[in-house]
């Protein structure tokens, strides 16, 4: 999942917190100020903001983000990443990872900011 659509969808888990209220809602309106109010960008997350738990409209957001560029514009990069670091800098992002694996797993990796390489024969 790409920055923004991840950003997107830890913000409105956690839109009770004053901070990730704000940062949201400054990424937001970057988004309609870049993209336009009535962008598919901007319906694609409103549609995600009455379900946030659905992996559809998770996707359409990630497909618009795609569809836009959003993720070549430093400022919404910025905002973004801004809004993950507070979500991750929150008390409660120690019980976040929740990871159940169902079948053979060759490689795996749970955590934010890493980076992991696999080569497998």
Do not use: C, W
Not at 19 to 43: C, M, P, Q, R, V
Not at 77 to 100: G, H, P, Q, T
């Amino acid at each position: 999942m790409d920055t923004i659509t991840a950003a997107i969808v830890v913000a409105l888990a956690n839109l009770s917190k004053d901070a990730i209220k704000d940062s949201y809602n400054a990424l937001k309106t970057a988004l309609k100020h870049k993209f336009g109010s009535d962008s598919d960008l901007t319906e694609a997350v409103e549609g995600l903001e009455k379900k946030p738990d659905s992996e559809a409209r998770q996707a359409m957001v990630k497909e618009e983000v795609e569809i836009a560029k959003a993720n070549e514009d430093s400022e919404i990069v910025e905002l973004a990443k801004a809004l993950l670091e507070k979500a991750d800098s929150d008390e409660s992002s120690v019980n976040k990872y929740n990871v159940e694996f169902q079948g053979e797993v060759k490689g795996a990796q749970v955590g934010d900011k890493n980076q992991q390489e696999n080569t497998f024969n």
